[in-house]
């Protein structure tokens, strides 16, 4: 599937401005091939005004027109937005979904049981083009769906396939993890103002050395433990920071912090 087909959206927040955004950065998606709909006129100026396409408060206008559909609303709001155009979906109809917590079971009996359903995991770096997805595909779609979500998600990120059971592990760690790169980023840039320096330097140092080991561990291929060794000098003052880090419990917390977001998405997945 080389030729990406035309592309709806149902619900026009933020979420799915970027994505559609992307889209249509990368040269996927001409704006002419988008359509959005949402019940807030806001929300639909804003995405007509971020994307240059054709958007309306009609669903089913939507799945007039296209054949990939992204489901981007809140998760409590799935019966209400597919209820009127359930009877729509057939086969032909690739359907996306975004909602966090909602199993591909669920989202197959609301799209009427027919539609070839994807389940993603997004994160907010969408927003700025680093998004890290993971994406499981339903028992009816196909590797040839699978590549072209894989398509689309890496335009606005990375994406990875996994079975419909990690989703919660990904939720965990690159669903929820945005929030433990901003608390680092955070208590560094306090240590930062502790030792004297101004906060917007050292919360501008803090980010971009965060960002610039993880393009080493991305581009160098290198474990991040042997990446942390080249900066430890013996008898330096990295090791004592390492040093400092350990006995406060870091490598702990964080590694708990990804269980127990996993253990809580599961728990929501179950309500």
């Not at 906060?199 to 991305?218: S, W, Y």
Request: aromatic content about 4%; charged content about 20%; proline content about 3%.
């Amino acid at each position: 599937m080389n030729e990406t087909p035309i592309i709806g959206f149902i619900g026009a927040g933020r979420m799915a401005a970027a994505l559609a955004r992307g889209f249509v950065d990368s040269g996927l998606v001409a704006p002419e091939n988008l359509i959005a709909s949402d019940p807030v006129q806001a929300g639909r100026k804003a995405f007509g005004q971020a994307v240059g396409c054709e958007t309306t408060d009609s669903n089913a206008d939507v799945l007039a027109k296209a054949k990939v559909i992204f489901l981007a609303f809140k998760p409590h709001q799935l019966d209400e937005a597919t209820e009127m155009v359930r009877d729509q979906f057939d086969g032909s109809y690739l359907v996306i979904s975004i909602l966090a917590g909602v199993r591909l079971a669920k989202l197959n009996q609301a799209c009427g049981g027919v539609a070839r359903v994807v389940r993603v995991m997004p994160n907010t770096p969408v927003l700025v083009g680093e998004g890290a997805c993971g994406y499981a595909l339903g028992q009816a779609a196909t590797a040839d769906d699978g590549e072209l979500v894989k398509r689309l998600l890496c335009a606005v990120g990375v994406a990875y396939e996994v079975k419909e059971s990690l989703i919660d592990a990904v939720t965990g760690l690159s669903g929820s993890g945005p929030a433990y790169g901003y608390t680092i980023i955070e208590a560094l840039s306090d240590g930062g103002v502790a030792a004297g320096l101004s906060r917007d330097t050292a919360t501008r140092l803090a980010a971009q050395t965060m960002l610039g080991a993880a393009k080493m561990v991305l581009e160098t291929g290198k474990h991040p433990g042997e990446l942390k060794d080249m900066v430890c000098s013996p008898g330096g003052t990295t090791i004592e920071g390492v040093h400092e880090l350990e006995e406060g419990g870091v490598r702990s917390a964080l590694i708990n912090a990804v269980r127990s977001a996993t253990e809580r998405a599961v728990e929501l997945g179950q309500e």
